[in-house]
């Protein structure tokens, strides 16, 4: 009897000895897991608001004469539950969660990064470095400026009848068509998941492939035997020196430099932004002025 009794106390031992070690193997992968299902979720979330951010600032370009600040400040009112809390007016404290944001704070929050990043381009502009960093860019596609022929404001409601007046009733029709293109740094918050997207994306700007564990991917250069891996810091200057303006939606301006400080910014001071697009467009409601172009 009292041999059966410690069998059975040693079976339990080894299936609870199991048990743990099969825990430690799938835990982290759990956790993963939910870490990155909850980031995507965040980033399609956020993916949606910037599609009503683009409407909002097409709206307001429509009616204020294609003032660009004016749409800036329409997609930032947008974006703003994108960035923080947004369901007060001055904020909440609570004991076991420290600060939250109202809509008060998280405004001035992104006006100032808003502000700071137009600067900050204006700046690289004037030293010659191509590439925008707006934390919200705007980007009017139509009309453009030789549309205009000179002037400096279009009477988009004069229209001709007769087909004689057919061509110019087409241009005159394009050219109050208001088109643009929001960019908006999103930034990306959930621990460990955060890293892990930023990472690929850039690796996939870079034209590089990155193997090896989730939590320490590698480049592999070489075919076969003659293969080597590449990881660490020789990883991510490899990344910095290959990211290059290899995609280009809508015709966009040079990207590179955008990349390389958004990789930067994530490598020093471990804050992790992909930029996200919409367009839309809408028939004018204000005459379109040459200075705004």
Same mark, same amino acid.
């Given at each position: 009897?009292?041999?059966?009794?410690?069998?059975?106390?040693?079976?339990?031992?080894?299936?609870?000895?199991?048990?743990?070690? /099969?825990?430690?193997?799938?835990?982290?992968?759990?956790?993963?897991? @939910?870490?990155?299902?909850?980031?995507?979720?965040?980033?399609?979330?956020?993916?949606?608001?910037?599609?009503?951010?683009? #409407?909002?600032?097409?709206?307001?370009?429509?009616?204020?004469?294609?003032?660009?600040?004016?749409?800036?400040?329409?997609? @930032?009112?947008?974006?703003?539950?994108?960035?923080?809390?947004?369901?007060?007016?001055? +904020?909440?404290?609570?004991? /076991?969660?420290?600060?939250?944001? +109202?809509?008060?704070?998280?405004?001035?929050?992104?006006?100032?990064?808003?502000?700071?990043?137009? #600067?900050?381009?204006? @700046?690289?502009?004037?030293?010659?470095?191509?590439?925008?960093?707006?934390?919200?860019?705007?980007?009017?596609?139509?009309?453009?400026?030789?549309?205009?022929?000179?002037?400096?404001?279009?009477?988009?409601?004069?229209?001709?009848?007769?087909?004689?007046?057919?061509?110019?009733?087409?241009?005159?029709? /394009?050219?109050?068509?208001?088109?643009?293109?929001?960019?908006?740094?999103?930034?990306?918050?959930?621990?460990?998941?955060?890293?892990?997207?930023?990472?690929?994306?850039?690796?996939?700007?870079?034209?590089?492939?990155?193997? +090896?564990?989730?939590?320490?991917?590698?480049?592999?250069?070489?075919?076969?035997?003659?293969?080597?891996?590449?990881?660490?810091?020789?990883?991510? @200057?490899?990344?910095?020196?290959?990211? /290059?303006?290899?995609?280009?939606?809508?015709?966009?301006?040079?990207?590179?430099?955008?990349?390389?400080?958004?990789?930067?910014?994530?490598?020093?001071?471990?804050?992790?932004?992909?930029?996200?697009?919409?367009? #839309?467009?809408?028939?004018?409601?204000?005459?379109?002025?040459?200075?705004?172009?």
């Amino acid at each position: 009897m009292l041999i059966r009794i410690q069998r059975a106390v040693m079976r339990k031992s080894d299936q609870s000895g199991q048990a743990a070690v /099969e825990s430690a193997i799938i835990l982290p992968l759990m956790v993963f897991m @939910l870490l990155g299902i909850v980031q995507l979720t965040m980033m399609h979330q956020a993916r949606l608001m910037v599609e009503y951010a683009a #409407y909002n600032a097409c709206r307001a370009g429509i009616v204020w004469n294609m003032d660009k600040q004016r749409m800036i400040s329409a997609a @930032l009112i947008t974006l703003m539950p994108t960035f923080a809390a947004t369901d007060t007016i001055s +904020g909440t404290y609570d004991p /076991e969660l420290g600060r939250r944001p +109202g809509i008060l704070e998280t405004w001035a929050k992104m006006r100032l990064l808003t502000s700071g990043t137009a #600067y900050l381009s204006e @700046l690289f502009d004037t030293l010659g470095a191509e590439g925008n960093i707006d934390m919200i860019h705007v980007e009017i596609l139509n009309p453009t400026a030789d549309m205009f022929g000179g002037n400096p404001e279009i009477h988009f409601d004069d229209f001709l009848a007769g087909n004689e007046h057919r061509e110019r009733n087409q241009s005159l029709r /394009e050219a109050t068509r208001l088109t643009i293109r929001l960019r908006y740094l999103y930034w990306m918050r959930i621990p460990f998941a955060n890293w892990i997207i930023h990472m690929a994306w850039l690796a996939k700007e870079a034209g590089i492939q990155l193997t +090896g564990p989730i939590d320490r991917p590698v480049i592999r250069v070489g075919v076969g035997p003659i293969s080597e891996d590449i990881g660490g810091e020789a990883r991510d @200057l490899m990344i910095d020196t290959r990211v /290059e303006d290899s995609t280009r939606p809508f015709q966009e301006e040079d990207r590179t430099n955008l990349f390389r400080a958004l990789w930067n910014l994530g490598n020093v001071a471990d804050l992790y932004f992909i930029p996200m697009y919409s367009t #839309y467009s809408m028939r004018m409601q204000s005459n379109p002025y040459r200075n705004n172009l």
